[in-house]
């Protein structure tokens, strides 16, 4: 491990910034958010910096709604000036000094990619983990240019929780997002209100989290350019600084009371896994989780012992209890998920000397809690919260199709790797076609498969039919955690299987694959493959770690089209970890070819 870097910015000095709120019933339903460059200070240490962001602001105006009463929203670009990243590869992965480019601001000797710079900013909103209509779901090609509009209708008859809207221009999102263009949605119903939760300021905190990096002038000192940096051997990009609601490390005032944090891993690509320290001890008694990305566990779970893993994408709803402390206690926040992250475990108890500059974590810092006098505020936790889902019937998942998808990264010589979802058909035992295949074997089992399709303009190959349960077994074949989302509908985790697999040399063609997969733990594999307490609930991304397959449950019932599913971390995204699907009315389907 190599030594800790001395922060570049001070930390804690920055009060946490809350998003400004949009309130739907304020507006009869009818919002406009225009798509603007802004100007933005990430730390008061910094100049400022050019952003694109909803209505200007990073993160965007956090939206609230009510269950069963529609948005409107009038998404206006009026984006202009040219993109305010400046996106580059580095030469090599370390600097003169060995330390990872990635690591540190500035472009580190790569040249600005021109390509990047000539974005003219054009646009397509998504709603995250939203029940939304095809046409409203911001399907990745349908871009809007700068003065030109989209309105899209939100049913919002779905469950309460935290959703966020952010960017989804196909090949660019991670440009965009990273630009900015991210805001989180909040759906309130009466389950909620029942409990008797914390419900907007100043118990109720939103916490996006993100990194970033930005530019050196030629003094060395940092400018508030943001800066999209790569390398040669990591295809992701891991920036050192972290931001929480826009802000570098920031500090929040708490009093003695019991408050809410609606927390969303907004990163490109970096995972965190959450710890919170009290003079450097692990505080886990006081954390209890309620919801996860669709809402409201069934009970209220402890964080996992390592802390809490949210990879880009993923959701938690926390009750932390500061109602014991006294005032002037503080409390800080540590991240010691190292990247790429792979799922290896890390003690919380070390989480203040977490950094590690050859996993990409320079400053574990992410933000801390200090305790102001006011009135003493001990909320009790609800023991029953969600009682509206439970884990499918036998019968449903014996009648379920289910589908295969194998994660492949195809290494390439000059130019980044591509990651690729491999959509797989069973070959009959009867097929004796010869051709490369993938083999799962299950004891004295074996299912053999066909690559069908592999980039994102290949023909769809899933017509999933509303009403009915499927289930899609997502197989790991890299060394790293991919956090794959589907739209429309949540999902249900069923099972984490570890596999051993090999794949022969030449056995990762553009759309081909050779592999043979074996259930069973593999000799070197060190992870726990278990689900979590906290992943016992209504999902619309899960953690698919190295040598594992997810099972999940899915069912789509109210809209027909054709949606979307992909990894969200936003380079593997972009490149070319993404793949339609087209939900079907039944009566339609002995219609189709
Ligand atoms: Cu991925």
Not at 437 to 454: E, P
Not at 537 to 547: E, I, Q, S, W
Request: glycine share 8%; hydrophobic share 40%; proline share 9%.
């Amino acid at each position: 491990m190599a030594a800790a870097q001395r922060m570049p910015l001070t930390p804690f000095v920055d009060v946490l910034p809350l998003p400004e709120r949009l309130l739907a019933r304020d507006h009869n339903g009818r919002l406009t958010v225009r798509i603007r460059t802004g100007s933005h200070s990430f730390h008061r240490d910094l100049p400022r910096s050019r952003v694109w962001g909803y209505d200007g602001t990073l993160p965007g105006p956090t939206i609230e709604a009510e269950r069963g009463h529609p948005v409107r929203v009038e998404w206006r670009n009026e984006l202009d000036g040219g993109p305010p990243v400046i996106v580059t590869m580095a030469g090599d992965e370390v600097d003169a000094d060995g330390v990872p480019v990635q690591c540190s601001p500035g472009l580190s000797g790569g040249t600005p990619d021109p390509h990047a710079a000539a974005l003219t900013g054009h646009s397509v909103v998504h709603l995250h983990g939203g029940l939304t209509p095809a046409v409203y779901d911001g399907w990745t090609e349908n871009l809007f240019a700068p003065g030109q509009l989209a309105v899209f209708d939100y049913p919002m008859d779905q469950r309460a929780t935290l959703l966020w809207y952010h960017d989804h221009v196909m090949g660019v999102t991670r440009f965009d997002v990273y630009a900015g263009l991210a805001g989180l949605w909040i759906i309130r119903d009466q389950r909620e209100r029942d409990l008797g939760l914390p419900e907007g300021p100043p118990y109720e905190v939103p916490l996006l989290l993100q990194d970033r990096n930005f530019g050196l002038d030629e003094g060395g000192r940092l400018t508030g350019q943001l800066v999209h940096k790569t390398d040669p051997g990591v295809m992701e990009a891991f920036a050192p600084f972290t931001v929480v609601n826009g802000k570098v490390w920031p500090i929040l005032d708490v009093q003695p009371a019991t408050y809410r944090f609606r927390v969303l891993n907004g990163s490109n690509a970096r995972t965190f896994r959450l710890v919170l320290l009290r003079d450097g001890v692990p505080e886990f008694d006081r954390i209890t989780q309620i919801g996860t990305d669709s809402g409201l566990l069934r009970e209220p779970v402890a964080l996992p012992s390592d802390g809490l893993v949210l990879a880009s994408a993923e959701r938690a709803d926390l009750l932390v209890d500061f109602s014991d402390l006294q005032p002037g206690t503080e409390l800080t926040l540590y991240n010691t998920a190292g990247a790429p992250f792979d799922g290896a475990p890390f003690p919380a108890a070390d989480a203040a000397d977490a950094a590690d500059l050859d996993a990409l974590l320079p400053y574990p810092q992410v933000m801390r809690f200090r305790v102001v006098p006011g009135p003493v505020a001990h909320r009790p936790v609800p023991r029953e919260l969600a009682t509206d889902f439970a884990l499918p019937k036998p019968e449903e998942l014996d009648a379920a199709p289910r589908r295969a998808i194998a994660l492949v990264e195809r290494e390439f010589e000059d130019v980044p790797n591509m990651l690729t979802m491999r959509e797989l058909a069973v070959v009959d035992d009867e097929d004796e076609t010869t051709g490369p295949l993938i083999t799962l074997t299950d004891g004295d089992h074996t299912t053999r498969y066909r690559a069908v399709a592999a980039h994102f303009e290949d023909t769809a190959t899933f017509f999933p039919m509303l009403g009915q349960y499927e289930i899609w077994q997502l197989i790991n074949l890299t060394d790293d955690t991919h956090p794959i989302h589907i739209h429309l509908d949540p999902f249900q985790v069923l099972a984490r299987r570890p596999i051993g697999w090999e794949i022969p040399d030449d056995g990762i063609g553009d759309l081909d694959l050779s592999a043979r997969i074996t259930l069973g733990r593999d000799p070197d594999d060190e992870l726990d493959h278990v689900i979590d307490a906290n992943e016992r609930g209504l999902k619309d991304t899960v953690r698919v770690n190295p040598h594992e397959i997810v099972e999940i449950a899915v069912r789509f019932h109210a809209y027909s089209g054709r949606y979307m599913y992909h990894c969200h971390i936003l380079e593997h995204e972009d490149r070319d970890m993404m793949r339609p699907f087209v939900t079907m009315p039944p009566e339609l389907m002995p219609f189709m070819a």
